[in-house]
């Protein structure tokens, strides 16, 4: 199984890695990119029997070259072939592309450049994102399954990439967070967002613009640089960094209101975390937020900064409505479990082996 240290898909192969072994099924987790911090080591290394190798290798979203991306995939067919595994889930699906891997290859549409660009920016993709995204098409082709983490993501990726058939979705899913606190009294209740503040998917900079305008701080986790050279300042929010998995639990037990006004989200992990701890959401009316959380958060236009600043004065004065909208994310949040997610990413696995004529008994995965 491929990940990288960066973001969201690190969390999610961890999660998938740990319930996995939980099933005896035998793990190699390839890291790819920028190095793992000490303590995303210590996570991964916590999990009994996961074999971890940082491969050094390039993302296929920070290469500088298409050939990069293809000598990759083709060291990732290798290290396959090497360790003898009867199946290989890629988290980057360009990886595919041009690689003659060994055995069945699932791979799982996380996000990808065509996507986000039709979602931020819109019209014709620029060079740099156009091979990219032919990298991507190509992988798919070479893919036995694909996997999306929300249905709002499948048909986005299979317009993208004028698939025949839609992804399967399987919801991505998180073990449930500690217990919350009780609430902040009014007055003292503040805004929170986290997530890659850097990526312009996220729309940071229009939500620093309506902290300005709150009566009440706005705290942004997460970092304002990305190994893709992209950046953000923030003048508004108070800019709390990177902050480990512990930390970030610590601030979503007080209950605060988590905000995103997120252009492009395939699911949302923040949103997740947040809505398990019982924090009120107010997030961005696109399809996405829509499928998961409908009825269960207040939705604003991502470009509404006026609509978003009267929504959320509106519920910061109102602590019977926080408590309202925090315990319905938090109902809602049940749909979207760790074991939900395990056993749909293995029901995947038994379908492309017993596809494949191969016994799907998935003693070993890689």
């Not at 050094?56 to 060291?75: F, N, Q």
């Not at 500690?178 to 609430?183: C, G, H, I, V």
């Amino acid at each position: 199984m491929t990940t990288d240290a960066v973001g969201g898909v690190w969390t999610y192969a961890l999660d998938l890695a740990a319930g996995l072994r939980e099933r005896d099924i035998e793990i190699t987790l390839a890291i790819l990119g920028p190095a793992p911090s000490d303590g995303q080591r210590q996570a991964a290394a916590g999990i009994a029997g996961l074999r971890i190798i940082e491969t050094g290798l390039p993302l296929d979203w920070t290469a500088g070259s298409r050939d990069e991306v293809v000598g990759a995939g083709a060291a990732l067919a290798a290290l396959a072939a090497e360790t003898g595994c009867e199946l290989v889930q890629l988290n980057s699906p360009a990886l595919a592309a041009d690689a003659a891997f060994p055995c069945p290859v699932i791979s799982v549409c996380h996000s990808c450049v065509a996507t986000w660009w039709a979602a931020v920016r819109g019209g014709s993709l620029p060079e740099d994102f156009a091979w990219r995204t032919d990298l991507v098409r190509s992988g798919y082709q070479a893919a036995d399954l694909l996997l999306a983490p929300s249905a709002a993501f499948a048909r986005a990726t299979a317009t993208a990439y004028a698939l025949g058939e839609l992804p399967r979705v399987v919801h991505n899913g998180r073990a449930a967070r500690p217990d919350p606190s009780p609430r902040e009294p009014v007055g003292r209740c503040v805004v929170l967002t986290a997530g890659r503040l850097w990526d312009e998917g996220k729309n940071i900079a229009a939500l620093d613009r309506v902290a300005q305008k709150l009566p009440a701080p706005m705290l942004a986790a997460g970092p304002t640089h990305g190994p893709n050279g992209a950046a953000i300042t923030l003048h508004h929010a108070a800019e709390l960094g990177y902050v480990d998995a512990a930390t970030l639990d610590g601030h979503f037990a007080r209950q605060p209101v988590f905000a995103s006004l997120a252009l492009y989200e395939p699911f949302g992990l923040a949103v997740l975390e947040a809505a398990q701890a019982g924090c009120p959401l107010v997030l961005s009316d696109i399809p996405t937020f829509r499928e998961l959380w409908d009825e269960a958060a207040l939705f604003v236009h991502p470009e509404d900064e006026n609509g978003a600043v009267a929504i959320l004065t509106g519920l910061l004065a109102d602590a019977t409505e926080r408590d309202r909208l925090g315990r319905a994310a938090q109902e809602r949040a049940g749909r979207y479990r760790l074991d939900r997610m395990v056993e749909g990413v293995a029901g995947a696995y038994r379908d492309v082996l017993a596809s494949k004529g191969r016994r799907p008994h998935l003693m070993t995965a890689a």
